[in-house]
């Protein structure tokens, strides 16, 4: 099979309203060649006409969604696998949202949802489908990014990451991110971390307002015993781990740590973890879903 960690070509797919349309145009901007709303019908034919025009596949994102209909959608899964066949190197991209969110926005923009044009299904059924014809292709993907609780600047940056990076480049890049399980799994996370176990700073009084950036609560959480003890066992799993899913075509791995609000001990384990992958020579980024949240 081909390696497909640095394939020039991107085919993306996703729940209407998770925000193709905001990748796409960040793709524009890193320079990739993009194709919106293409028939699946016609994904190999447009493909094959790419090849033969130029020396090599440009970088090329194509996306092709449930807007060609419910019968269009297996000829995406179709299309990908005679690509496999052909030993044409391609990465899936799903693009997610919570219905939550999904919900939300179509009623802040009053648009029509793809599979009721006339607007007489409720948009709560109409999700819930969506989600159930899509199920194997996000099981598909090679890179899931839900866009719930990303900001635009977020998005960007994240982008940049997994498309901006030299084909040439071997390295494997790393994002960390904390997270409150009260708020829900982060869906684009390839690893979970739960750290619900260790000392929690949320009831210490005079580190209760305080978050896991802050040098007191930090130093709280890592000053724990058990604490050193996880980290450094789970550090060995990373570094074993690490360069067999690089030989495996992995270019990006994202961890998600995770406490009960994300405020305090994912927030101080992000950093930490971090700052260790760093000394093992990988490039890393760290961020924090939910550390603005007030925990109730």
């Known amino acids: 099979?081909?390696?497909?960690?640095?394939?020039?070509?991107?085919?993306?797919?996703?729940?209407?309203?998770?925000?193709?349309?905001?990748?796409?145009?960040?793709?524009?901007?890193?320079?990739?060649?993009?194709?919106?709303?293409?028939?699946?019908?016609?994904?190999?034919?447009?493909?094959?006409?790419?090849?033969?025009?130029?020396?090599?596949?440009?970088?090329?994102?194509?996306?092709?969604?449930?807007r060609a209909g419910r019968a269009a959608l297996p000829q995406i899964s179709r299309a990908l696998d005679c690509w496999k066949r052909d030993g044409l190197a391609y990465r899936l991209v799903f693009i997610d949202a919570s219905d939550e969110v999904i919900l939300r926005r179509y009623k802040e923009n009053r648009r029509p949802h793809p599979l009721s044009p006339d607007g007489k299904r409720s948009l709560t059924k109409c999700i819930a489908e969506e989600r159930e014809l899509l199920e194997s292709l996000r099981g598909e993907a090679d890179i899931v990014i839900d866009t719930s609780?990303?900001?635009?600047?977020?998005?960007?940056?994240?982008?940049?990451?997994?498309?901006?990076?030299?084909?040439?480049?071997?390295?494997?890049?790393?994002?960390?991110?904390?997270?409150?399980?009260?708020?829900?799994?982060?869906?684009?996370?390839?690893?979970?971390?739960?750290?619900?176990?260790?000392?929690?700073?949320?009831?210490?009084?005079?580190l209760k307002a305080l978050c896991g950036l802050d040098q007191e609560v930090a130093d709280y959480v890592l000053g724990s015993e058990v604490t050193w003890s996880f980290m450094d066992k789970y550090m060995d799993l990373l570094a074993f781990l690490l360069p067999n899913y690089r030989l495996e075509g992995k270019r990006h791995f994202t961890v998600a740590v995770g406490c009960t609000g994300g405020r305090h001990r994912s927030v101080a384990m992000t950093e930490e973890l971090a700052r260790r992958i760093r000394e093992l020579g990988y490039t890393v980024t760290a961020s924090h879903r939910d550390i603005d949240r007030k925990r109730g």
């Open 149 to 206: 609780e990303t900001a635009a600047r977020q998005l960007k940056e994240k982008l940049g990451e997994l498309f901006l990076n030299s084909p040439d480049d071997d390295e494997i890049s790393i994002s960390l991110t904390s997270f409150g399980f009260k708020y829900g799994l982060p869906s684009d996370a390839d690893m979970v971390i739960d750290v619900r176990f260790l000392p929690n700073p949320y009831y210490v009084p005079e």
């Open 1 to 66: 099979m081909a390696d497909r960690s640095d394939a020039n070509l991107l085919v993306i797919t996703g729940m209407s309203g998770a925000g193709k349309s905001r990748v796409i145009m960040e793709l524009q901007d890193l320079g990739w060649f993009c194709i919106d709303n293409l028939p699946p019908a016609l994904l190999t034919k447009v493909v094959e006409g790419m090849r033969l025009s130029n020396e090599e596949m440009p970088r090329t994102a194509i996306v092709a969604d449930i």
